[in-house]
């Protein structure tokens, strides 16, 4: 791995002011904004680091844990947590910044899959990643956790879509705030 990169290399930040064009009809500022933001910054600090063109392959933990207003800054700090052979994860912490009162609130942390591509669109190999603090080792080791955990429950989930009886499960629905009108059901009413 001789041609390792520091994970402080492609550390990147982005910075913007909301303003009042992202709101969305409650006054406050759009999730498909910050998410878009969310995407810009992984991909500069996956492109750094890998030196390439990259994809979003997938977006995980993405949890908006307090709305954010016009009028405040919000920072959005990317850094590698994880590389494999094409694959990075990027971990993004978004703060959101009250410019008056300089009161900062941490929205979320999300994680993004991103694949880095040659020039013939092809999954390439990206550099190693070298771990020089216990938040770089800790990262590293959650990545692989969570990378292990979200095998598991997608192959759990694929079993969830693929195996439900329906008429078995019906009783399931009893306390769910829904009501069954399939047109079988309507026809046995005739
Ligand atoms: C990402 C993509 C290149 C993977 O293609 P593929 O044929 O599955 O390639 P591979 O099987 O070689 O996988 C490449 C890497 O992606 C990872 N990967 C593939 N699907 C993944 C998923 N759903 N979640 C996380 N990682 C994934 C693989 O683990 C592998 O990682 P590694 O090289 O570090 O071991 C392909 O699915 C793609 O181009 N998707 C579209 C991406 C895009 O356009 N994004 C923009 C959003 S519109």
Same mark, same amino acid.
Request: hydrophobic share 35%.
């Given at each position: 791995m001789e041609n390792a990169k520091s994970v402080n290399s492609s550390r990147t930040t982005i910075t913007e002011l909301m303003i009042p064009? !992202?709101?969305n009809f409650g006054g406050k500022i759009h999730g498909g904004i910050l998410l878009s933001l969310m995407d810009k910054v992984a991909y500069a600090c996956a492109a750094k680091h890998a030196g390439t063109y990259v994809v979003t392959v997938s977006v995980d933990?993405?949890?908006?844990k307090k709305p954010v207003e016009v009028g405040e800054l919000v920072s959005l700090h990317a850094s590698i947590n994880y590389v494999g052979r094409s694959s990075l994860i990027i971990g993004i912490r978004v703060i959101a910044e009250n410019?008056?009162?300089q009161e900062v609130k941490h929205t979320n942390t999300s994680y993004f899959t991103m694949v880095a591509k040659d020039e013939d669109g092809k999954p390439t190999e990206v550099p190693g990643l070298i771990l020089e603090s216990d938040d770089d080792i800790r990262r590293f080791l959650e990545a692989i956790r969570r990378k292990e955990i979200k095998n598991a429950y997608k192959g759990l989930l694929d079993d969830a879509k693929t195996s439900i009886d329906i008429d078995q499960n019906l !009783?399931?629905?009893?306390?769910?705030?829904c009501i069954v009108k399939r047109d079988r059901d309507m026809e046995s009413l005739w």
């Open positions: 064009s !992202y709101a933990n993405v949890e908006f410019i008056k009162s !009783y399931l629905l009893q306390n769910e705030r």
